[in-house]
């Protein structure tokens, strides 16, 4: 019995996820209101046409000093792709099918 007590104190609750996610829209925005980075729409503005399908989903990701938007693409045929956007410069860094 203990030990099953131990194991949920140590589960994430999901009121904790949602506060990470609340974190990270924060620290998002502020990138964005401090011009650190480009908002999801400009970036997709700059992407009009260079993407190889649709986007079918989007994160981003701060790895180091910089932030990444990681779009999902869905081309005609049917395969999916990432592609690796910097979000200060609007360039794109990398496309790898999955």
Request: charged letters at 35%.
């Amino acid at each position: 019995m203990v030990l099953a007590g131990a194991t949920l104190v140590g589960a994430p609750r999901a009121a904790d996820a949602r506060d990470q996610d609340e974190l990270r829209r924060d620290e998002v925005r502020r990138a964005v209101e401090n011009g650190e980075i480009h908002s999801l729409t400009d970036i997709l503005s700059t992407l009009r046409g260079k993407l190889p399908g649709e986007v079918a989903g989007v994160e981003i990701e701060h790895e180091g000093s910089r932030w990444l938007y990681e779009f999902r693409i869905v081309d005609s045929q049917g395969r999916l792709f990432e592609v690796y956007v910097d979000a200060r410069s609007g360039e794109i860094e990398r496309i790898k099918e999955k």
